[in-house]
């Protein structure tokens, strides 16, 4: 299936600088910020600058380049918030089941308390 992008999701305006953001950190192919509505003490969600609407679009379709940029970033955020020792939660939703909101490929980074088991039994 082929991807289309629509470049009006709010993450697309925080990219253009459309709206404010609390950055946790950027560099030249990925931006994260603090979610709006934390889930936990650290919500932070970690985008690729590229227009790519989900996981698997920005995997089968990203360089190489913004492959490493966003997983080494995303390393660095776990390392410099301290999130080893305690542990963490990555997830990114996508499509209807998934429940995906905003359609601009996100990786939530979720931490500071016990978070629970991964799914409900609904
Ligand atoms: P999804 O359900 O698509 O995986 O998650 C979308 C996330 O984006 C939600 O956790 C929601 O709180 C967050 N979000 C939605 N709008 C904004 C916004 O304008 N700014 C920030 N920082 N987060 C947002």
Redesign the pocket.
Known sequence: MAYAYDDHN?FAK?LRGE?P??TVTETEHTLA?????PQAPTHV?VIPKGAYVCADHFMAEASDAELLDFHRTVARIVADLGLQADGYRTIA?AGSHG????PHY?L?ILAGRPLGRMLDKA
């Open positions: 709010i925080i709206i953001n609390s910020f603090n979610d709006i509505a969600l939703n429940v995906q909101e905003v996100h939530h």
